[in-house]
């Protein structure tokens, strides 16, 4: 059985930072990237930053300047760096992995971290 745990939401003001980890656990073969996703109050799930296995990385336009994503000494953790939030960060963040499937990629999801930036 395949694990995410996440952690490192909170509460905090405009300008502010956070750092969001994810730890996943189990038998999960064959990664393809590993990542974060967000869904605002209203909002489709929109993609927030990720990883692949060779190291690059993709952002939202939204993310880029002011979030970080890297990849954690132990195995299959990553981390996101959050600084300068602004109102509209506010939502529920998902830890993502990809891997490979027989027929097609596979994602599995954390349960959600909820970020919460105040005016």
């Known amino acids: 059985q395949v694990q995410l745990v996440e952690s490192g939401g909170g509460l905090v003001q405009a300008g502010g930072s956070l750092r969001l980890s994810c730890a996943a656990s189990g038998s999960i073969s064959s990664i393809n990237a590993m990542g974060w996703y967000r869904q605002g109050p209203g909002k489709q799930r929109e993609l927030v930053a990720a990883i692949t296995t060779g190291g690059s990385t993709n952002y939202a336009d939204s993310a880029k300047g002011r979030f970080t994503l890297s990849r954690g000494n132990a195995k299959n953790t990553v981390y996101l760096q959050m600084n300068s939030l602004k109102p509209e960060d506010t939502a529920v963040y998902y830890c993502?992995?990809?891997?490979?499937?027989?027929?097609?990629?596979?994602?599995?999801w954390g349960q959600g971290t909820q970020v919460t930036v105040s005016s």
């Open positions: 993502n992995v990809n891997a490979k499937g027989v027929i097609a990629s596979r994602n599995y």
